[in-house]
């Protein structure tokens, strides 16, 4: 049986980076190591992470003023460490409150800053940005570009001309053209559209580095890592390989535009098949994430038949958020479009036979 | 050409261990997916996460007040998040000043408590446990057990009764048996003998959870994950897996006994091939560590000689700490006996070439 994940937390890979990572494994590039053994003060390491960067730049289009960090400690490790190395002199920082991922950014920076929450979001609607309440004093303004837990995203960049806009983009990262002028600070842990967990994407504006307190932890000093060129210690080296890979996928994929008409092919199939009935969507359309697909059934009984049924059909990892139930469907970039057909189709099975 | 690597920043894996890894890459277990798809939240990575930390207690015989996280960042990451979870209200830390690792950890752990000098070491010789000045006021008292860029290993384990004992062991962890319950704290980076760098390991007695500041982001605080099993947020999955096959490994190699007993066969080859004269060792004998092998030439043209015609030979990464200089072999526990044979021959061959 075909199985497919559409795990919130975890993105599969696509079946030629799979195959080539396991050659990797076995041996790098002829060399008579596995890419696991690499040390990462030698040539081989140091040609992987250039190509990484450098694929990475060549996707986005990266300005020459933004520096690519690649670090260790996830997405959450960078809700305190974002205040430890931006706030500066600065009185406090903006925070756009707008679900689960956004609540914890919140609450680990207020003990780094004072938080000023410049817009909340409510009843599955996002702020929009023109409503945002930001302060010019502010060190930076933080939103969460895709919410997992409630299937929500920012389908349309903000644009704050006043302070750094810093964005946790750990779900929706590399889904989608970035128009990366517009921001101080990105960051996104790898292991959604990335491939491994174990590696954390900053990419930050030159500008910004130095704005950092004493005692940071040097492996999470921006400044440091910017310095020493992501080495101030052991990087995640296989996790960078794995990131790697993927960059190169993708460019084969066609880029970001290629794989942004993908994904919203796929998760308009989805939501086509939310009926509003028996499958009943929180998000409201304007707000709704292509990357994360959040719904209901009539009631949590049948959600929890929905996720044991479809796991024994070979789709696994579907239950949502624990937080907020429901089912959730994430559909990555390495999320094919038939593993979607695969769901749509047992969910019309699954409402005939229990609807 | 058969080729070892004896670098310092990253250990060599077993071919073993490899051909496993490689195969779960393609798939795990005939599960559909591979071990890199694993959801952290799932059975499969849950089950992982148990077996290692059951192979790592067996392997210890780990008392059950210790607590063993999985963190991301390093050690370098844990010299200031030491200071952050352990000061709770005592004066200040004492430290061991032994080396060049022992010198970050101090620099670092200096933003976040007063520093205590309890010891210092010079001249290749390290200073005997008994002589340390430790003061019972101190949170801690911190040593490295084995300074890689000197080459230099406490060959027994301190005993200090009156405040709890914290090792850096990232250089020879689970290299030969350790007497957990001297011991508040342990710590150590996975790339040497636990296979792949992204992961850290620390192993905490349970009393010392909750002395903690404010503020340490999630990840790092070592209550918070030792309350969520290592799962505040998502763990290095693979490069945990990759140190559970590596426990599994050293387990049927016959546990740490039989790993020292190898570990000192190897280095007392290498050892006994350096006269004195052509191949000088500056650790004194008391003070020499079986894992990282330092020593010199006659000058250091000849150590860059020595260096470039070894990798012709198949003998990689040899070079001494940027640092210090001179030739360093690393023999974690997977270099085989026969890297330590070749490299031995080859010494004793360039020596009658260039000597």
Request: proline share 6%; glycine share 8%.
């Given at each position: 049986?075909t199985?497919?994940?559409?795990?919130?937390?975890?993105?599969?890979?696509?079946q030629?980076?799979?195959?080539?990572?396991?050659?990797?494994?076995?041996?790098?590039?002829?060399?008579?190591?596995?890419?696991?053994e690499l040390p990462?003060?030698?040539?081989?390491?140091?040609?992987?992470?250039?190509l990484?960067e450098?694929?990475?730049?060549?996707?986005?289009?990266?300005?020459?003023?933004?520096?690519?960090?690649?670090?260790?400690?996830?997405?959450?490790?960078?809700?305190?460490?974002?205040?430890?190395?931006?706030?500066?002199?600065a009185?406090?920082?903006?925070?756009?409150?707008?679900?689960?991922?956004?609540?914890?950014?919140?609450k680990?920076?207020?003990a780094?800053?004072?938080?000023?929450?410049?817009?909340?979001?409510?009843?599955?609607e996002?702020?929009?940005?023109?409503?945002?309440?930001?302060?010019?004093?502010?060190?930076?303004?933080?939103?969460?570009?895709?919410?997992?837990?409630?299937?929500?995203?920012?389908?349309?960049?903000?644009?704050?001309?006043?302070v750094?806009?810093?964005?946790?983009?750990?779900?929706?990262?590399?889904?989608?053209?970035?128009?990366?002028?517009?921001?101080?600070?990105?960051?996104a842990?790898?292991?959604?559209?990335?491939?491994?967990?174990?590696?954390?994407?900053?990419?930050?504006?030159?500008?910004?580095?130095?704005?950092?307190?004493?005692?940071?932890?040097?492996?999470?000093?921006?400044a440091?890592?910017?310095?020493?060129?992501?080495?101030?210690?052991?990087?995640?080296?296989?996790?960078?390989?794995?990131?790697?890979?993927m960059?190169?996928?993708?460019r084969?994929?066609?880029?970001?535009?290629?794989?942004?008409?993908?994904?919203?092919?796929?998760?308009?199939?989805?939501?086509a098949a939310?009926d509003?009935?028996?499958?009943?969507?929180?998000a409201?359309?304007?707000?709704?994430?292509?990357?994360?697909?959040?719904?209901?059934?009539?009631?949590?009984?049948?959600?929890?038949l929905?996720?044991e049924?479809a796991?024994?059909h070979?789709?696994f990892?579907?239950?949502?958020?624990?937080?907020?139930?429901?089912?959730?469907?994430?559909?990555?970039?390495?999320?094919?479009?038939?593993?979607?057909d695969?769901?749509?189709?047992f969910?019309?099975?699954?409402?005939?036979?229990?609807?």
């Amino acid at each position: 049986m075909t199985v497919y994940s559409f795990a919130s937390s975890h993105a599969p890979l696509p079946q030629d980076v799979l195959a080539a990572l396991s050659d990797d494994v076995a041996e790098w590039k002829h060399s008579g190591f596995s890419a696991l053994e690499l040390p990462f003060t030698g040539k081989d390491f140091a040609d992987i992470l250039a190509l990484t960067e450098h694929e990475l730049r060549a996707l986005l289009n990266l300005p020459e003023a933004y520096r690519v960090l690649f670090l260790q400690g996830g997405a959450s490790a960078q809700f305190a460490l974002l205040p430890m190395n931006l706030l500066g002199s600065a009185p406090h920082c903006d925070y756009v409150q707008t679900g689960h991922w956004s609540k914890r950014a919140i609450k680990e920076a207020a003990a780094w800053c004072d938080v000023r929450v410049a817009a909340v979001g409510s009843g599955g609607e996002l702020p929009v940005p023109c409503s945002w309440d930001t302060s010019p004093d502010a060190a930076y303004c933080h939103y969460t570009s895709n919410e997992t837990a409630e299937g929500l995203q920012f389908q349309c960049y903000p644009e704050i001309s006043d302070v750094p806009l810093v964005a946790d983009m750990t779900a929706d990262f590399l889904t989608r053209p970035i128009p990366v002028e517009r921001f101080g600070l990105i960051y996104a842990s790898a292991q959604k559209n990335l491939g491994a967990a174990g590696l954390t994407i900053v990419i930050v504006r030159e500008d910004l580095l130095g704005r950092g307190r004493s005692g940071i932890p040097a492996p999470f000093s921006y400044a440091r890592q910017a310095e020493a060129k992501s080495k101030v210690n052991t990087p995640p080296t296989f996790s960078v390989l794995v990131a790697c890979r993927m960059l190169g996928w993708l460019r084969g994929c066609g880029g970001l535009d290629a794989m942004a008409e993908r994904n919203g092919q796929k998760s308009a199939k989805l939501y086509a098949a939310l009926d509003g009935d028996f499958y009943r969507c929180v998000a409201s359309p304007g707000s709704r994430s292509p990357i994360s697909v959040c719904f209901r059934l009539p009631d949590s009984a049948l959600d929890v038949l929905f996720v044991e049924e479809a796991r024994s059909h070979g789709l696994f990892h579907l239950q949502g958020h624990p937080q907020v139930g429901g089912i959730r469907a994430s559909l990555y970039n390495a999320v094919p479009e038939c593993a979607v057909d695969a769901l749509v189709s047992f969910m019309s099975d699954f409402k005939r036979r229990r609807g």
